[in-house]
């Protein structure tokens, strides 16, 4: 018995009843009806964007008239949906490669400061040691739960109006306009991340082990040094979880650009455009299908590349304010 | 699109990215350096002290007190932004909902007491309270169901990839999709799924989310909302699953239970911690939807949610009271599920 090959255990575990009580259950619920009834599942959770995907190549005339499902018994396909929605003159037609580029100015910054700012308190709130550190660390996690719509007028005001106490003025207005308001955005989208972006940058830099640091410290290293050179490399994968979340939020957000950003061309993202564009031609589906598609695929791209750490980071952390 | 407005966005976001080089890097050498500086003057110091007779004791409490500013200093970007950003207007729309319209005026408790009076308002109430009932219950339930159907399968990674999709596309984006899927012509070939499959069993097509019997508009918005919100409890479920024990699932088996008291008596109680933080999480991301009812809706034929009327209220009607008071309501109402969060993690801790 100690020559089993290989091949042979395959088969007496393959033989064996299941495991896991999820596979039990599912021997249970008849394999037969479970595997028909997560089918069902997943077509629910693909068709209607596959139909959205499969339309947005189909010409203006067919997509007002009949249904997606009729292009395999019909199969045209064309680019003009794509080419109208993001080069367009008219002002009708979305324009919405121009939206694309606000979207990535917007989102590059915001995902770089709240990620460095989180990290630098993180470390001090797990290996700084000073008075009043847990309740810190308990104050900025508490924040978590402030819904962000506590904070939209004030944070408004303070930008278009500053802050004056009393007639005094104690901060002047930020008075931007045009491309100026990406800094308004940018501030907006880095106080929002940063509670979630602590506790889970936490989560990992304390579980760091303390001989490392301590090793470090007897060497002659700062706090400074330690944290660039044995903190930052050690959370590389907590730092990817937390881009891709960060990135998603933002490149996804509606609410914060819609006020913070506005809707002119000069700085809104794509969502605030093809929310405009559902709203005020929500019958002309040539345009919403391939401005939809146009807003999905980067995310998308970025989900399906680095999902390993997105999961991660939702296992490790998973409450966002 | 212009060539000079490319350029003028490139340039903000160079911008962006130079500030944040500066900022940051600034910061991590000022860390480096002013320290190096202190520690250099107290090393002296100590020299001095160990020549004069030795003083310990202060020169430790002082290097407390540096570790003290030094943290500070870590802490400052960070605490800086979250108070200007969010603990002082958190507090200014808490005053702000005690205010009439335009802030000139002091009025109590009458922005609360409007909530509460008037009757679209209530509907907005009674709205909101079906969603947070609905999705976090649909979508728990189905990503348990596929967690457990998906387990050991032969393709589960793929199919497991299938449900989480959604999770990256934005709720504008899903918005589109639905609306898509609801849509409706009146004469000729329907272009929506749901009124193609509603006419090839012999119904009428029928206008989906302006339908005259509201409840039913609101729950096809439900309906992406669990289409999204499904793969997050699916992904964390499944991991809850995969991590029993099994030596739990051998012994419930050598006591021979059947495989549907084993899913209620093993199954459930060993994921039920991440069963409370999935159903939690959804709660409070339900709460606040606001992306989706705007982008299918916009609130209108009774569909509107409390996040919603909170934007309409302070942006387009310039009602700041009003809708500072709604704000502070939906932050009333996460307290008592974040209460109940952190007493079970205090439990969990404990047990």
């Known amino acids: 018995m100690t020559t089993t090959t290989p091949v042979l255990a395959g088969q007496a575990t393959a033989e064996q009843p299941p495991r896991t009580m999820a596979g039990r259950v599912r021997k249970r619920l008849n394999s037969r009806t479970a595997t028909a009834v997560s089918i069902i599942i997943a077509l629910i959770w693909t068709v209607p964007t596959f139909g959205l995907f499969l339309s947005s190549f189909r010409p203006e005339d067919d997509i007002k008239q009949t249904g997606w499902w009729t292009f395999f018994t019909n199969p045209q396909l064309t680019l003009d949906n794509y080419n109208q929605v993001l080069f367009g003159r008219s002002s009708s037609s979305g324009q919405l490669a121009n939206f694309f580029v606000n979207s990535i100015v917007i989102t590059i910054p915001s995902v770089l400061f709240p990620i460095a700012f989180a990290a630098l308190a993180a470390y001090a709130l797990s290996w700084i040691n000073f008075r009043g550190r847990d309740w810190l660390y308990i104050g900025v996690f508490a924040l978590q739960i402030v819904p962000l719509q506590m904070a939209l007028v004030p944070l408004l005001s303070f930008f278009s109006r500053g802050v004056s106490l009393g007639g005094i003025t104690l901060l002047p207005a930020w008075d931007l306009d045009n491309e100026g308001k990406f800094v308004q955005v940018w501030f907006a989208h880095t106080c929002f991340a940063l509670p979630f972006a602590v506790f889970l940058l936490h989560n990992f830099i304390s579980q760091l082990p303390g001989e490392l640091m301590e090793a470090a410290r007897v060497d002659g290293a700062g706090h400074s040094k330690i944290f660039r050179s044995v903190v930052l490399p050690l959370i590389t994968p907590a730092l990817a979880s937390l881009a891709i979340f960060q990135f998603l939020w933002v490149w996804n957000d509606l609410l914060v650009a819609l006020i913070f950003a506005g809707g002119g061309r000069e700085v809104a993202p794509l969502t605030v455009r093809l929310a405009e564009l559902a709203g005020t031609r929500g019958g002309e589906w040539q345009r919403l299908t391939a401005g939809a598609f146009v807003s999905i695929v980067v995310p998308m791209i970025v989900f399906l590349s680095l999902q390993r750490y997105f999961v991660r980071g939702l296992l490790t952390g998973s409450v966002k304010g | ?351």
């Open chain 2, 1 to 351: 699109m212009e060539f000079e407005d490319f350029a003028l966005k490139l340039t903000m976001l160079l911008y962006g990215v130079i500030g944040f080089v500066v900022v940051v890097g600034g910061l991590l050498l000022l860390l480096d350096v002013v320290p190096n500086y202190f520690a250099r003057r107290r090393e002296a110091a100590l020299v001095a002290a160990s020549l004069g007779g030795g003083d310990a004791p202060v020169a430790r409490r002082a290097r407390k007190h540096r570790e003290g500013l030094l943290g500070l200093a870590f802490l400052l970007p960070a605490l800086l932004l979250l108070l200007i950003g969010l603990v002082i207007p958190a507090i200014r729309t808490i005053i702000l909902s005690l205010f009439n319209g335009n802030g000139s005026a002091f009025v109590g408790l009458d922005n609360y007491g409007w909530i509460f009076q008037e009757n679209d308002i209530v509907r907005v109430l009674l709205n909101t309270a079906g969603w947070v009932i609905l999705v976090p219950l649909l979508a728990t339930s189905v990503g348990l169901l596929y967690a457990v159907m998906v387990d050991r399968a032969r393709f589960e990674a793929v199919a497991k990839s299938l449900i989480f999709l959604p999770m990256a596309i934005s709720f504008v984006g899903a918005g589109i999709i639905w609306r898509f899927v609801y849509a409706y012509r009146g004469e000729g070939d329907q272009i929506g799924l749901l009124n193609w499959l509603w006419v090839s069993v012999g119904g009428t097509p029928q206008q989906w989310l302006n339908i005259d019997r509201p409840p039913l508009n609101t729950f096809l918005l439900i309906v992406v909302m669990v289409w999204i919100q499904a793969g997050f409890a699916m992904v964390i479920l499944s991991a809850a699953i995969k991590a029993i024990p099994s030596d739990i699932v051998e012994a419930a088996r050598l006591d021979g239970v059947t495989p549907w008291q084993m899913f209620w008596r093993v199954t459930l109680p060993s994921i039920r911690p991440a069963l409370i933080v999935v159903v939690v999480t959804i709660t409070i991301g339900t709460m606040k939807i606001f992306d989706i009812v705007r982008t299918m809706t916009n609130g209108n034929f009774d569909t509107n949610v409390v996040a919603l009327e909170m934007y309409n209220q302070a942006f387009r009607y310039q009602e700041a009271g009003h809708g500072s008071a709604l704000a502070v309501v939906l932050f009333v109402l996460v307290i008592p599920i974040v209460i109940f969060q952190i007493r079970n993690l205090r439990r969990q801790r404990e047990g």
